[in-house]
């Protein structure tokens, strides 16, 4: 059940090891959102991972959720990056497909539904939050609905939208989501 929203932000990882970049970035965020979100090699291309940035993160005090995109990665590499997040620390991991990236073979190891369901079990004995996204602004909402309760059903404790431009466009969504058994209902934090 949602209880509480939380204002995060993403930081896009440059694509560089630049330590300082990514320190301002954190820097500037800190005191203005309650967890920064660190993406996983965003738009499909090679980036900083962002297990490096939660200990650029840590040294800051500031709360991270890493990314974990399936689209690259077969089982093996994600189970690392799980056991990495929570080795340093992360509050949450937010599991994910990834983008598409043009005519580039993606691994089909894992679904992201199926890294949900594995990601607790993984990161033990840390107390990792497992995350998934949700697209409140999808053409097909019955669909993205669909999606969500099987992600719910597979662990996933909290849930990251698109960023919203049309709140009339997410009161729609979230009234639909209310009448749906995914556990995500009450009221919008």
């Not at 509050?91 to 990834?98: M, R, S």
């Not at 993984?122 to 992600?151: I, S, T």
Request: aromatic share 4%; with cysteine.
């Amino acid at each position: 059940m949602l209880r509480t929203a939380l204002v995060s932000a993403e930081i896009s990882l440059p694509g560089r090891p630049e330590a300082l970049r990514v320190r301002e970035r954190i820097a500037a965020l800190a005191d203005v959102v309650d967890v920064v979100g660190l993406t996983d090699n965003h738009a499909g291309q090679a980036r900083m991972s962002p297990l490096a940035a939660v200990a650029l993160a840590r040294e800051q005090g500031v709360s991270t959720i890493v990314h974990v995109s399936c689209r690259d990665r077969n089982r093996l590499a994600l189970r690392s990056q799980v056991v990495g997040a929570a080795a340093l620390g992360s509050e949450g991991v937010l599991c994910l497909y990834g983008d598409p990236v043009g005519e580039t073979p993606r691994v089909k190891d894992m679904t992201a539904t199926e890294l949900i369901s594995a990601a607790r079990q993984w990161a033990e004995p840390h107390d990792l939050a497992v995350g998934a996204v949700v697209n409140p602004f999808a053409v097909d909402q019955d669909r993205e609905l669909r999606l969500l309760e099987r992600k719910v059903l597979a662990g996933a404790e909290y849930v990251q939208s698109q960023m919203v431009f049309d709140v009339d466009v997410l009161a729609a969504f979230w009234s639909v989501l209310q009448t749906c058994s995914t556990g995500f209902a009450s009221t919008p934090g």
